[in-house]
């Protein structure tokens, strides 16, 4: 069952999925390509990140039919030599491209005990986590990595050198959920900010600075327009997560032989190529040691960080991907709350289209 | 020519690592260990990171003599599969055990493309950079990792429940010095913080905890010991940075079979093994693309990134490695600088192992 609200809506899991894979099948995108896209972005929504999922879904349909995503993702193979693989996605879907790569390092994995699998002249992959997560149930650490346009600033500069490039882990449990680390290397994701803009809320100084080197409160300022004139995102902690960008750039967009830097672009304009590569790797867990007793060292390992003696207020110790997996319990039980802007977009979407849309949305 | 000061002393690079390999020799340690051993120390010292260097050769003596340490390092091969393997460093020096295992990792890069390796049980490796960068010469791209003892409290908690666990990654370029990121995931790497009590300064608010949650200001307050009745290191950026240090963890004392959390230990005691576990990695960049084409990518990639403006006051904006980089030079040339702890410290090791001292430090 769903319900409606006055600022947004309530879809269900599966309603959301079926409504994705409509809408990119309807714009040219094969089944299964569909199908693994809409699965990817309503992942990344149960999760709690929305921004990478639910509010990408019309940006992505209207990229395919301006000209600036490929829907066929004709993937070519550039290099497949023992345990690593090089893909070019020919511009097609990022979430197609990337889930085909970990495939392939899951494979590689198998045979040689890890993989390393590059993808370049993509599109974005969304949320980088659905890629990491794919090789837990092969009984592997799964790693996953993209760079993205520049929206950072080096320490001690005012251009934009760098992108807020993340990155994923994720490592499976035995009665917990699975550790699963996403994060920018930025102090916040683009994306995530776009959702302050689209509320109307400031954001804390010391997420982004403007040509001056003056600290940015509106988030309407933090665009990669405003940044083509100075200023930007501040990288985590510093120089530190400067360096964690910078070798994330190089290790896909340069090592995979892709563009990096200016050679990127945004979402928009909808006709353009953004170019993103990734590195995709996978770890065989029964090359170490046998898989249960893997599972059963996690566990211990989870229990004892979370045995921590906790300041006021603090109900308990999260470890990575805890609230996600909670949040995705959640959601799929009562419901994916769309915020306002997401919804509205769907909806035009769907009439847009002409296909069904989804029930409690209309 | 050596110079002494009044504070410290000015010694030379190569007879520093002389008499670090006389001093391991003079306790037992083969002098192809000693050899790798001082190489290491003295690298990290001359890149301006004589805590994780210099400050150790008398600290990793004292571990040999006092049986915290064994001096053969006596590796044993627990698994060897295609691209992966593990090493068992039955509680020899991480210099030795990290130095092998990058070796076996580069010779597993050259055939399969990525190779992965493994130690655990081992003391500290003192340097992570060191060992990435052992990948440089042979075409590849570098990564090492190394847990270590709960030095960190997780975001909320008053426990110190994971290390500031250290990774490096090392990727070459052609006219430009080699990007060499070599960080720890809390606010501050534990080693360096010696130096601040050894000199009596305080330390900023941010940085650490105490049991009550307050911050420290005093470095003396900082000590496994303290941290044994509550508070600690704060993560880099809070979740982000507590997220990385959890991943290093997984990914070396859980994934190697070794020891993680309260099963490690700091140098003191002295007879007490540390138990720490790695991660070495090597990528071959040729099974990519050709390694002339991939310099010129990487020194482009750094003229663009190094072409920022710049906020007043700042020279130049310096990628991972970069300031290193003109420290070795700088100190290959001039000399090292020793602070006055760190020789005495060797001064009284010269002395106590009667063996010849460094020129300029007696």
Same mark, same amino acid.
């Given at each position: +069952?769903?319900?409606?609200?006055?600022? =947004?809506?309530?879809?269900?899991?599966?309603?959301?999925?079926?409504?994705?894979?409509?809408?990119?099948?309807?714009?040219? !995108?094969?089944?299964?390509?569909?199908?693994?896209?809409?699965?990817?972005?309503?992942?990344?929504?149960? $999760? &709690?990140?929305?921004?990478?999922?639910?509010?990408?879904?019309?940006?992505?349909?209207?990229?395919?039919?301006?000209?600036?995503?490929?829907?066929?993702?004709?993937?070519?193979?550039?290099?497949?030599?023992?345990?690593?693989?090089?893909?070019?996605?020919?511009?097609?879907?990022?979430?197609?491209?990337?889930?085909?790569?970990?495939?392939?390092?899951?494979?590689?994995?198998?045979?040689?005990?890890?993989?390393?699998?590059?993808?370049?002249?993509?599109?974005?992959?969304?949320?980088?986590?659905?890629?990491? +997560?794919?090789?837990?149930?092969?009984?592997?650490?799964?790693?996953?990595?993209?760079?993205?346009?520049?929206?950072?600033?080096?320490?001690?500069?005012?251009? #934009?050198?760098?992108?807020?490039?993340?990155?994923?882990?994720?490592?499976?449990?035995?009665? $917990?959920?699975?550790?699963?680390?996403?994060?920018?290397?930025?102090?916040?994701?683009?994306?995530?900010?776009?959702?302050?803009?689209?509320?109307?809320?400031?954001?804390?100084?010391?997420?982004?600075?403007? $040509?001056?080197?003056?600290?940015?409160?509106?988030?309407?300022?933090?665009?990669?327009?405003?940044?083509?004139?100075?200023?930007?995102?501040?990288?985590? =902690? =510093?120089?530190?997560?400067?360096?964690?960008?910078?070798? !994330?750039?190089?290790?896909?967009?340069?090592?995979?032989? &892709?563009?990096?830097?200016?050679?990127?672009?945004?979402?928009?304009?909808?006709?353009?190529?953004?170019?993103?590569?990734?590195?995709?790797? #996978?770890?065989?867990?029964?090359?170490?040691?046998?898989?249960?007793?893997?599972?059963?060292?996690?566990?211990?390992?989870?229990?004892?960080?979370?045995?921590?003696?906790?300041?006021?207020? !603090?109900?308990?110790?999260?470890?990575?991907?805890? $609230?996600?997996?909670?949040?995705?319990?959640?959601?799929?039980?009562? &419901?994916?709350?769309?915020?306002?802007?997401?919804?509205?977009?769907?909806?035009?979407?769907?009439?847009?289209?002409?296909?069904?849309?989804?029930?409690?949305?209309?």
């Amino acid at each position: +069952m769903t319900t409606t609200s006055k600022h =947004g809506a309530l879809v269900q899991a599966e309603e959301l999925k079926s409504f994705a894979i409509r809408a990119f099948e309807k714009v040219g !995108v094969p089944p299964k390509h569909a199908e693994i896209t809409a699965d990817s972005m309503v992942l990344a929504t149960l $999760r &709690g990140e929305g921004d990478h999922g639910s509010r990408l879904i019309a940006i992505w349909v209207h990229k395919i039919i301006n000209g600036g995503t490929n829907p066929l993702t004709p993937l070519e193979v550039v290099q497949d030599k023992a345990a690593i693989g090089l893909l070019d996605a020919h511009n097609g879907i990022g979430a197609v491209a990337a889930t085909y790569a970990m495939e392939r390092a899951i494979a590689k994995a198998r045979e040689h005990g890890i993989g390393w699998v590059g993808v370049r002249n993509s599109n974005s992959l969304g949320s980088a986590k659905y890629y990491a +997560m794919l090789a837990l149930p092969h009984k592997m650490v799964g790693i996953a990595l993209t760079n993205g346009v520049p929206l950072v600033v080096p320490p001690g500069g005012l251009t #934009a050198r760098t992108g807020t490039n993340p990155f994923s882990i994720a490592v499976p449990a035995k009665s $917990r959920p699975a550790l699963v680390l996403d994060m920018a290397t930025a102090t916040i994701a683009y994306e995530r900010l776009r959702i302050y803009a689209a509320r109307g809320e400031t954001i804390p100084k010391g997420w982004a600075i403007n $040509r001056d080197g003056a600290p940015v409160e509106d988030p309407r300022e933090v665009s990669e327009d405003a940044f083509r004139k100075g200023g930007g995102l501040l990288p985590l =902690g =510093g120089y530190k997560g400067f360096g964690l960008s910078v070798m !994330v750039n190089v290790l896909t967009g340069v090592f995979m032989g &892709g563009a990096y830097m200016d050679g990127l672009s945004e979402f928009a304009p909808h006709n353009t190529p953004e170019r993103d590569s990734f590195a995709l790797a #996978a770890i065989s867990i029964e090359h170490f040691m046998p898989y249960e007793e893997f599972l059963e060292r996690m566990d211990d390992f989870i229990r004892v960080t979370k045995d921590s003696k906790l300041l006021p207020d !603090v109900d308990q110790i999260y470890l990575p991907g805890e $609230r996600g997996f909670q949040r995705e319990q959640e959601r799929r039980k009562n &419901g994916i709350p769309l915020d306002w802007p997401t919804a509205e977009a769907l909806r035009a979407l769907a009439s847009e289209l002409a296909i069904p849309s989804i029930p409690g949305l209309s």
